[in-house]
């Protein structure tokens, strides 16, 4: 079974940076066979997508929201996934969570399947 463990949440002021990390556990295979993405959910709304990165590293995607302030990396030998988040702003503020897609499939079809608990990242002055 996989566990996705999260790390790296807090309180940060508008325009600082915070760094997430996802640790990927107890997956025999490792994270180079794994699909990695962020979602995030702030209160009253639904879950909604941040970034994701292939397994190769080579392909990212990011929401429109985000692009240009948020990168998404990998470190394979640390088996752990992150979210780098420049320029805060209060609407960043919510739960992130990691997601991992371990189906398989290749990265466009990617359907994240397997989820972390989640981190608080709240950004206020």
């Known amino acids: 079974q996989v566990t996705l463990v999260e790390s790296g949440g807090g309180l940060v002021q508008p325009g600082g940076s915070l760094t997430l990390s996802c640790t990927v556990s107890e997956y025999s295979f490792g994270i180079i066979s794994v699909v990695m993405g962020w979602f995030r959910q702030a209160p009253g709304n639904e879950r909604e997508f941040v970034a994701a990165?292939?397994?190769?590293?080579?392909?990212?995607d990011y929401a429109d929201s985000v692009k240009g302030r948020f990168t998404i990396s990998r470190d394979y030998a640390e088996n752990t996934a992150y979210l780098q988040m420049n320029s805060l702003k209060p609407e960043d503020s919510a739960v992130y969570y990691c997601?991992?897609?371990?189906?398989?499939?290749?990265?466009?079809?990617?359907?994240?399947?397997?989820w972390g608990q989640g981190t608080q990242v709240t950004v206020s002055s």
């Open positions: 990165i292939s397994r190769g590293g080579t392909a990212r």
């Open positions: 997601a991992a897609d371990i189906s398989g499939r290749t990265y466009y079809d990617r359907e994240f399947n397997t």
